[in-house]
């Protein structure tokens, strides 16, 4: 069984850092692209960082600049490190796994909370 399992959410003032971690079991880690989304309150869930199995990276615009996401094959985990982080960035954030393969199933994590504020 899939499991992905997001961490490092918590309370930070505008301006902080955090960094959170998606780990997964169950599947071979390094053959899955990873995104990282988030969902504010009251709105969808919308696409934040991404990163393939070669390891080429996409970011949203509101976060080019801030945030980095990485992946470490060895330890099955995907980071994404948050810095200058401001109110906006409130949320929920979820670790998503693409398929590994065309009729593979999609992977989400349960989400963690980033709470910005002062």
């Known amino acids: 069984q899939v499991q992905v399992v997001e961490s490092g959410g918590g309370l930070v003032q505008p301006g902080g850092s955090l960094r959170l971690s998606c780990t997964t079991s169950?599947?071979?880690?390094?053959?899955?692209?990873i995104d990282w989304y988030r969902q504010r309150p009251g709105e969808e869930r919308k696409f934040v960082a991404y990163?393939?199995?070669?390891?080429?990276?996409d970011y949203v615009d509101s976060v080019k600049g801030r945030f980095t996401i990485a992946r470490d094959n060895a330890e099955n985990t995907v980071y994404l490190q948050m810095n200058e982080l401001t109110l906006g960035d409130t949320a929920v954030y979820f670790c998503?796994?693409?398929?590994?393969?065309?009729?593979?199933?999609?992977?989400w994590g349960r989400g963690t909370q980033v709470i910005v504020s002062s």
């Open positions: 990163i393939s199995t070669n390891e080429i990276t």
């Open positions: 998503h796994l693409h398929p590994s393969c065309v009729e593979c199933p999609h992977f």
């Open positions: 169950g599947t071979e880690f390094s053959n899955h692209a």
